[in-house]
T-cell receptor
Framework: DTEVTQTPKHLVMGMTNKKSLKCEQH?????MYWYKQKAKKPPELMFV???????INESVPSRFSPECPNSSLLNLHLHALQPEDSALYLC?????????????FGEGSWLTVV | QKEVEQDPGPLSVPEGAIVSLNCTYS??????FMWYRQYSRKGPELLMY????GNKEDGRFTAQVDKSSKYISLFIRDSQPSDSATYLC???????????FGKGTTLSVSS
């Protein structure tokens, strides 16, 4: 099973709302990632968690707040977003070990900010 | 210069053709190389994974990495209309670090 599950699949939120995106994997992976993808562009890295600790933050605005409650779960908390934040948000996971580092993506959460 | 360069195409081929997709990279520290296929409005699906240099084959797909020239290739044999998608190459320095993508190449296979 190489499944990364993301919920919700679609989310519409106002600029004053607070919402969260959720990601779950049961492959025993120890590295988890959030990527943002705009139309006709490649995914862009936002955050990396390695062994449940935030290891990379690609200068993402504070209106995006990641959280890794345990090794299987990854959340992305959203607050006071802008319309330009509308995009496909992708979660991914990998073993996080030196060998066998395949990275699997979920189907993504489509976010529309109105 | 972007760390991973990929010609976005589009690339159109007839069914049954051999497709060659290519990327170059600039960071000699990259060790992990992946190819993803992404259908419209879906997440990227891992197709091929290579650690360091060499060839890897899986069915109709062959991935090649030449670290001396910093060149990454994906070959698709006997292409099918269902192969029509965007193909993304990606590279990573070490486990748990940023996976850097190329722009993606849009492929269309006509029947």
């Amino acid at each position: 099973d190489t499944e990364v599950t993301q919920t919700p699949k679609h989310l519409v939120m106002g600029m004053t709302n607070k919402k969260s995106l959720k990601c779950e994997q049961h492959m025993g992976h120890r590295a988890m990632y959030w990527y943002k993808q705009k139309a006709k562009k490649p995914p862009e890295l936002m955050f990396v968690y390695s062994y449940e600790k935030l290891s990379i933050n690609e200068s993402v605005p504070s209106r995006f707040s990641p959280e890794c409650p345990n090794s299987s779960l990854l959340n992305l908390h959203l607050h006071a977003l802008q319309p330009e934040d509308s995009a496909l948000y992708l979660c991914a996971s990998s073993q996080g070990a030196s060998s066998g580092n395949t990275i699997y993506f979920g189907e993504g959460s489509w976010l529309t900010v109105v | 210069q972007k760390e991973v360069e990929q010609d976005p195409g589009p690339l159109s081929v007839p069914e049954g053709a051999i497709v060659s997709l290519n990327c170059t990279y600039s960071n000699s520290a990259f060790q992990y190389f992946m190819w993803y296929r992404q259908y419209s409005r879906k997440g990227p699906e891992l197709l091929m994974y290579t650690y360091s240099s060499g060839n890897k084959e899986d069915g109709r797909f062959t991935a090649q990495v030449d670290k001396s020239s910093k060149y990454i290739s994906l070959f698709i044999r006997d292409s099918q209309p269902s192969d029509s998608a965007t193909y993304l190459c990606a590279s990573q320095r070490q486990a748990g670090t940023a996976l850097i993508f190329g722009k993606g190449t849009t492929l269309s296979v006509s029947s």
